[in-house]
């Protein structure tokens, strides 16, 4: 029997829909958007709250906030790939449970060998629980920010390398070590940003301090079968190298998550066999062409490894770095079509890589100036500029 058959139209108009990034089907709240794209990707602070306003109508930075610092509905967790996403927080104990658990004990090890062999301790897994616990025991008392920390906490306030002459030996603080290894397991939070919504400058809270009565850890089957059903939803159709891809994870716990969501076989375009949820190979109905403008790093570029049914092979060394970091990207109707840049005074400028009918040029433009007001004269910098960014930034104005 034939598989059912999904193909790159399909795929395209599940992104307009279950993205929330054609006008129509924009979302209300931060939850909802952070639900929709099942995790949005925090490595840049700004990401977040770009991510939001493409998809959303009416939520400036301060509900981006509220919903971070306040509400706590959603909460920056490091997960898949040790990257740092925002969660819904009932999705935080799947995670903590196999993604988030994976990465601790390698980041565990890791740190360990590095403290041993710089000759901090002659235990590494001792000094790192021992350092553990004296920060945990200064949260107690409320929350601290990296800084803080190191000069309250003597297990924190060193640092390993620079002390040779070679000019890539530099000092490494260790705190930031502890942290991120309290982070992934649960123990500690990155709560209030003592920074600019665009920077990433962490205070950090104790889960009680944070959460309440946090849940506890899911076990690890259970916990990347509830990971790999919503990227499922968000994502499907997608190979097992796409799932396995973003979840960072092993092939032999990628098939278990498979088949414990009862995940079934569609046929792509491409020629390859694709998974949905049981209850997903319906088409979506029509959607109205439609454009979007999204930041670096976003969730819905970052979304699959491979990328051909929504970005031309041409492009890609064009709109991602060489690590395979994605900068902003320009949509029509389902298929990036080139980035966006600001000038000195915060406006969006489209720079496009291939030619866009008037229509699509037009919504492009009325996206440019609605990113524009939002931003309000603010701009965004980033680590993650592609070679179109650089090169759009060089040219000048219309």
Known sequence: MALPRIGDAERRRRIAVRHALAPGHRLGSVEAVTRAMTVLHATEAATVHLAVAARSEGLDVDAVDHALYDERSVVKQLAMRRTLFVFPRD???AAWGSASARVATAEGKRVAK?????GLADDGAAWLEAARTATLARLADGPATT????????????????????????????????????GLTGSAFRARNAGHWRVNKPSWATAREWLGAAAEPWDEAAGYAE????????????TTADVQWWLGSTKTAVTRALADVGAVEVALDDATTGWVLPDDTADTPPVEPWAALLPTLDPTVMGWKSRDFYLAPVHGPRLFDTNGNAGTTAWWDGRVVGCWVQDDSGAVRLSLLEDVDPTGRAALEQEAERLSRWLDGTVVGTVYSSPQMKQARLAPSA
Request: proline letters at 12%.
């Open 91 to 93: 999705l935080l104990p």
């Open 114 to 118: 590095m403290v041993e062999g710089a």
């Open 147 to 182: 800084a803080e920390l190191r000069a309250q906490v003597p297990e924190l306030a060193g640092s390993v390398g620079g002390d040779t002459d070679k000019p890539s030996d530099r000092p490494v603080p260790v705190a930031p070590w502890v942290l991120t290894h309290l």
């Open 227 to 238: 990971l790999v059903r919503r990227w499922l939803a968000t994502f499907g159709p997608g």
